[in-house]
């Protein structure tokens, strides 16, 4: 069984630049979440992927967009980059459908810097 | 509007002392409620959880957790730290949403510094 994987690690990019996150769930796992986790802040909510289609929204705008495979891997596309963008992403994984109870695996994150 | 608070940004206790994390929510409707904790460049890391039943919740490393209803909180601790326990800890609830589906709502966050 394979654990939550992401990539890049870091990275780094201007103001008004676009960006693709990827992440891998774990195997056997359905649902995927992404949360922004500010320096000194606790992880906020962006979207949540469950078979495909986005079944939840945290507050960000349009500019963050995402999809998610048929084998259940994602993206997270942030368009127009600004400053305050620069965050630890965080992409969790879970098998989930109508039981809220399951615990995320998350995966160990992608540092963006916008500069 | 629902929420998790963790009162204390740091936590210190020395090695050997029981520990508290202290953790309270607001939520409408029964709380589903998690502990996670982060190493420094990891990803978090899931504890424990209340679901329903006993409200004393037992998980990983030695640690557990008291679901309070009455209080609305969810308190970690752990009987004798260790110095490995220094991190920072995230405490969660997993609330429907209006539009269907769940989120998770995460505190601040409250970095444990255990001393030898």
């Known amino acids: 069984e394979t654990g939550v994987t992401q990539s890049p690690t870091h990275l780094i990019k201007t103001r008004g630049q676009q960006v693709t996150l990827r992440c891998s769930s774990q195997?056997?796992?359905?649902?995927v979440s992404w949360y922004q986790q500010a320096l000194g802040q606790g992880p906020q909510f962006i979207f949540q992927?469950?078979?495909?289609?986005?079944?939840g929204r945290g507050n960000f705008p349009p500019r963050f967009s995402g999809l998610q495979f048929p084998n259940y891997s994602s993206e997270l596309n942030v368009n127009a980059l600004e400053l305050d963008d620069s965050a630890l992403y965080l992409c969790?994984?879970?098998?989930?459908?109508?039981?809220?109870?399951?615990?995320?695996?998350f995966g160990p994150g992608t540092r963006l810097t916008v500069l | 509007a629902q929420s998790v608070a963790q009162p204390e940004d740091q936590v210190n206790v020395a090695e050997g002392n029981p520990l508290t994390v202290k953790c309270t929510y607001s939520v409408s409707g029964n709380p589903y409620l998690f502990w996670y904790v982060q190493y420094p460049n990891r990803g978090l890391q899931f504890l424990l959880k209340?679901?329903?039943?006993?409200?004393l919740v037992k998980g990983s490393y030695g640690f557990e957790a008291e679901f309070n209803k009455s209080q609305t909180s969810f308190h970690l601790k752990k009987p004798s730290a260790l110095v490995s326990d220094s991190a920072l800890y995230f405490c969660a609830v997993r609330v429907p949403r209006n539009t269907g589906g769940f989120k998770t709502i995460f505190g601040a966050g409250t970095r444990l510094f255990v001393k030898a």
């Open positions: 209340y679901i329903t039943g006993d409200n």
């Open positions: 195997s056997g796992h359905n649902t």
């Open positions: 992927y469950y078979r495909e289609e986005e079944n």
């Open positions: 969790a994984s879970s098998l989930e459908g109508l039981a809220p109870g399951n615990e995320q695996f």
